[in-house]
């Protein structure tokens, strides 16, 4: 499964951008999806996830209220809107796929096998 995210770049603190994990060719209602990131220095932490046969969404506490997972089976395609963002989302955003493992909000990075390249989101005035 090749994963692709895009939509990154450079917005001020308060700013939205929405962010894109496409997976060209692949049934991707058949997989869970989760969004990642990382920023310098620190561990990757999960940020939210999206069940793909039943449709469960769920957020790390630090974004819960201000991003959404969405997906467009159709155009295998999952999407995380970002909104009222903070210097403290700086990061890179990946995304990454595998089954039945979007379960609560513990979105572990060594859960997932299949991993798009990342793209850097910065927050800053």
């Known amino acids: 499964v090749q994963l692709q995210a895009s939509g990154g770049g450079l917005v001020q603190p308060g700013g939205s951008l929405r962010l894109s994990c496409a997976a060209p060719?692949?049934?991707?209602?058949?997989?869970?999806i989760g969004w990642f990131r990382q920023a310098p220095g620190k561990e990757r932490e999960g940020v939210s996830c999206s069940g793909g046969s039943d449709g469960s969404k769920y957020y790390a506490d630090s974004v819960k209220g201000r991003f959404t997972i969405s997906r467009d089976n159709a155009k295998s395609t999952v999407y995380l809107q970002m909104n009222s963002l903070k210097p403290e989302d700086t990061a890179v955003y990946y995304c990454?796929?595998?089954?039945?493992?979007?379960?609560?909000?513990?979105?572990?990075?060594?859960?997932?096998?299949?991993w798009g390249q990342g793209t850097q989101v910065t927050v800053s005035s």
């Open positions: 060719g692949v049934t991707l209602g058949y997989y869970d």
């Open positions: 990454a796929a595998d089954y039945g493992i979007c379960h609560n909000s513990a979105i572990i990075p060594s859960d997932y096998e299949y």
